[in-house]
């Protein structure tokens, strides 16, 4: 039985059935689109998620495209992820660097398990990658994220913007694009910042069960609101 640095998942039935699975995307989109955060509007919240003029808050509505969108509505808002240009598309990226986690997935029941294990490239205190142009050139199961598989991956935190974004929610106060401030995916615990045990340049692949943690998976409490 794998022991989590955790002390709280238990894998169940035969854990040779894991197999290691290091799907990664998007850490470091920030810094490579070299983004300039804008400044929170006024019709954005910190309770959870941004809010529309009358002060319902969006992650409550059925669906986050605005119905009125205006040249001041954001655009996450008011465009389709395949709409998006690149320059959109990138700073959709959290930076919070959990896709760069080493996972193993289970060959009987497909369910996936993350490690505190980070990929080569993953830096763990900018949580940005150190190579972001040339990550699928180095890393060969880095997976490109795009508007057609974003919703047949099955891995991505709860938390990616991409998958909110995609599910028709709003993204919340932390995120850089309503903050303003790149800091503050930090300050909600939504990054693997201090969270990171090794690279997997230290750790063997029949070790990694060992690294097997279930915060990746989770919303931290600060994340909700603030």
């Not at 997997?200 to 989770?218: H, M, T």
Request: net charge positive; glycine share 6%.
């Amino acid at each position: 039985m794998p022991k989590s640095l955790e002390g709280e998942w238990k894998i169940g039935g035969n854990s040779e059935n894991l197999r290691l699975f290091c799907g990664r995307a998007g850490a470091g989109a920030h810094k490579a689109a070299n983004i300039d955060f804008p400044r929170p509007s006024p019709a954005v919240r910190k309770d959870g998620a941004g809010a529309d003029p009358k002060g319902t808050p969006t992650s409550q509505r059925p669906d986050r495209m605005a119905q009125n969108p205006t040249d001041d509505t954001p655009f996450w808002r008011r465009k389709a992820l395949k709409d998006m240009t690149q320059r959109e598309w990138e700073s959709l990226c959290d930076g919070c660097g959990r896709c760069c986690l080493n996972k193993l997935q289970d060959e009987d029941t497909d369910r996936t398990y993350y490690t505190s294990v980070g990929c080569r490239l993953l830096d763990p205190h900018t949580c940005q990658c150190k190579d972001y142009a040339n990550r699928q050139a180095q890393v060969n199961d880095c997976v490109r994220l795009t508007s057609r598989n974003i919703n047949r991956i099955s891995w991505l935190p709860p938390t990616c913007a991409y998958k909110l974004v995609a599910a028709g929610k709003d993204l919340y106060w932390w995120h850089p694009l309503v903050s303003g401030d790149p800091d503050t995916v930090h300050q909600a615990g939504i990054s693997v910042r201090d969270k990171v045990a090794d690279s997997e340049v230290n750790v063997p692949d029949d070790k990694l069960e060992d690294y097997i943690v279930s915060w990746p998976l989770k919303w931290p409490k600060a994340a909700r609101a603030k």
